[in-house]
């Protein structure tokens, strides 16, 4: 049986002060997915790269480029996929337990900074198992910590494609396009944000980060009350996703209605 994750992949660094500009993406990174992978870090006897992959690998690598670069495969290519496809069926009880090992492998190799080990361990997921979500949700975490922000997007919406209510996912991707309004200043893509952080609210009214995002949005159309109220309702919620120098702005543009911060 394939091991379950128990912890949701999240952002937690705030896109929230518009004077002061977004942080850098490996701070959107909170905590890292955790099983009880009983201290195995690989499965000996299965090759996990038909070229060598470390940080130092070049992105046109289509072993670190995100779904294999989805790109034409080369003869080589086909022979490895072929025995590393033929090594897993032996290695376990069925693919899709495999494909959730490598996915495994892939939160710790991207807890651990290591950007073009956790691209690849992804990829051999998502060889294994296109339905498992955690693929397309840690390629768009590694490209966002790239700097590639659309191809972060796409590959968010593509995991919502496989996984349509995971509203943890939906607020990830939300995240991405507030950055990239920032970068491009494209209002479109801030209308799309809040219309995912609404369909996620109504999939998880309790998730503090949603709320978070929203008060962002709000604030950025110059509308505070309704920001306050989205920044309490998180504060509620999850006192530890505050961010002080938001709340500055947030109180140098309307103090706070329910006189809590000064």
């Known amino acids: 049986m394939s091991k379950r994750l128990m912890i949701i992949r999240a952002f937690t660094a705030l896109l929230l002060c518009p ?33 060598p992959v470390g940080e130092s690998a070049p992105l046109q690598n289509p072993m670190v480029a995100p779904l294999f670069g989805e790109r034409a495969k080369t003869s080589a290519h086909i022979e490895w996929e072929i025995k590393f496809l033929n090594d897993c069926d032996q290695n376990f009880g069925s693919r899709q337990e495999a494909s959730q090992f490598f996915a495994t492998r ?10 073009d080990t956790a691209a690849n ?14 693929p397309y949700w840690g390629l768009g975490v590694v490209s966002y910590q790239r700097g590639q922000l659309p191809e972060a997007m ?3 919406k593509k995991g919502l494609a496989v996984s349509d209510t995971n509203a943890v996912m939906i607020t990830d991707l939300a995240t991405v396009q507030i950055q990239y309004f920032q970068e491009k200043q494209d209002s479109t893509m801030l209308d799309e944000a809040a219309e995912w952080l609404d369909k ?6 309790n998730y503090a980060n949603t709320h978070l995002r929203l008060s962002w949005i709000h604030f950025v159309r110059g509308q505070y009350a309704e920001a306050w109220e989205r920044f ?3 504060r509620n919620l999850d006192l530890s996703t505050l961010d ?10 309307l103090p706070d209605p329910q006189g809590i911060f000064k």
């Open 106 to 115: 892939a939160w710790d190799y991207l807890a651990e900074g290591q950007l």
């Open 19 to 51: 004077l002061l500009g977004m942080g850098q993406p490996s701070n959107l990174i909170s905590s890292a997915r955790t099983v009880d992978t009983g201290k195995v870090k690989e499965t000996p006897g299965i090759n996990t790269a038909s070229e």
């Open 244 to 253: 002080l120098n938001y709340l500055n702005q947030l109180l140098a543009k």
């Open 200 to 205: 996620s609210l109504r999939l998880n009214p």
């Open 154 to 156: 796409q590959l968010l």
């Open 121 to 134: 361990r992804f990829n051999l997921a998502w060889l294994l198992n296109e339905k498992n979500v955690d």
């Open 232 to 234: 309490h309702k998180a």
